[in-house]
């Protein structure tokens, strides 16, 4: 099914969704970013993959390029951003670049995901190109790499980080919203859980059952004592996406929801629409979501904390804030980075390190987004 003019703002989580438009309004920020961020050579890097992959289209890969194509119709999608498939034995995705992103696929993608599977895949890809993704999580890869030398910016190392932070919070609902992406794409979702459990335990899925994956991620959310809470909490707050587990199960809570239907049936923003979004309505709802996810999850620290207080609403409001925090904060690098593309200012950031744990997945100094 075609859902024609289909905004991303159907498929993105509230959280994500609040943080990209308080982004968006800020009048020429992407221009501004783009250029403050030339350094970042994505004319290169597009040519080592050009180098280096295989550029898939109806004479390379042509079963990628089929389901490429089915992806994107699904989606509605104007123009199919370049596809490649390089040499990998890690079962994931990218979407990679500033000003004109492309995807890129592992070769163990392609040749242990189904066809349902791998269309999910390039759905979930196509749906971080089209909400902007791309763009904004580059940036933060640049600004986690340079967070211990921009003391030029307005903005001190503590205050940073703490942004950064707020940041990787939205990145992980920007992995969620993806998901979504991924099974508008494939309107298949026991291939989109398929795809996820394969990422978690590898290709052989008569070795596991779906019930028993959901059950995991019952038992991951609600298990244990504070001690394991702590642990979670640990384990994800500087990581870029959720844990396999949660994103099966608030895949399967969005289906149930009835959202998923609805969509099919018609009912979703339209692109066309997308000017009159409101800021202030986006961010209460990536409060709200907050809210209801604080009501529902069994974590013992989360429910500690409704016995002490409101938490959820307290991290609702926290949450809510994040996008304003982050779009001030952006407002200001902006102001500074045209202030040096003006000559105002002579000092000039270091280049970024090509060292080891980078957050430089394929060790060519460049910038990933990865599914």
């Keep these: ?169 939205w990145w992980r609902k920007a992995e969620l919203s993806a998901d979504r992406a991924g099974l508008l794409a494939g309107q298949d979702p026991a291939a989109s859980l398929r795809l996820l459990m394969k990422m978690a335990g590898g290709g052989d899925l008569s070795q596991v059952d779906t019930a028993a994956f959901l059950e995991q991620a019952a038992e991951y959310d609600g298990g244990g004592d504070l001690r394991d809470s702590l642990h979670k909490l640990r384990m994800t707050l500087w990581s870029t996406h959720p844990v396999p587990v949660a994103r099966a199960a608030a895949l399967r809570h969005w289906i149930d929801s009835g959202d998923y239907a609805r969509i099919l049936e018609g009912d979703y923003p339209r692109r066309e629409d997308d000017s009159t979004a409101s800021v202030t309505t986006e961010v209460k709802a990536a409060a709200e979501s907050y809210r209801e996810a604080f009501g529902r999850t069994q974590d013992p620290l989360v429910g500690l904390l409704r016995r002490l207080g409101d938490g959820a609403s307290e991290m609702g409001e926290w949450a809510g804030g994040a996008a304003g925090k982050a779009r001030a904060w952006f407002g200001a690098a902006g102001e500074a980075a045209g202030r040096a593309a003006r000559g105002e200012r002579r000092t000039t950031p270091p280049p970024p390190s090509n060292g080891n744990g980078n957050g430089d997945s394929d060790g060519d100094g460049q910038d990933s987004t990865e599914t």
Excluded: C
């Design 1 to 169: 099914m075609v859902l024609t003019g289909i905004s991303s703002r159907a498929w993105e989580h509230p959280a994500d969704r609040g943080a990209l438009t308080a982004l968006r309004e800020l009048r020429g920020f992407d221009d501004v970013v783009k250029a403050f961020f030339g350094m970042w050579n994505e004319r290169g890097f597009r040519l080592a993959y050009l180098a280096s992959a295989i550029r898939v289209d109806h004479r390379q890969y042509p079963r990628v390029y089929q389901l490429y194509a089915e992806a994107a119709t699904s989606l509605d999608v104007p123009e199919l951003p370049e596809l490649y498939v390089k040499q990998d034995p890690f079962l994931n995705g990218q979407a990679i670049g500033l000003d004109k992103p492309f995807i890129v696929l592992p070769t163990a993608s392609v040749q242990q995901l189904d066809d349902d599977e791998l269309r999910a895949l390039l759905g979930h890809e196509l749906g971080h190109v089209r909400s902007g993704h791309a763009v904004y999580k580059t940036i933060l890869i640049i600004l986690t790499r340079w967070a211990a030398s921009l003391s030029w910016l307005p903005v001190g190392a503590l205050a940073l980080r703490a942004i950064i932070g707020a940041m990787m919070e």
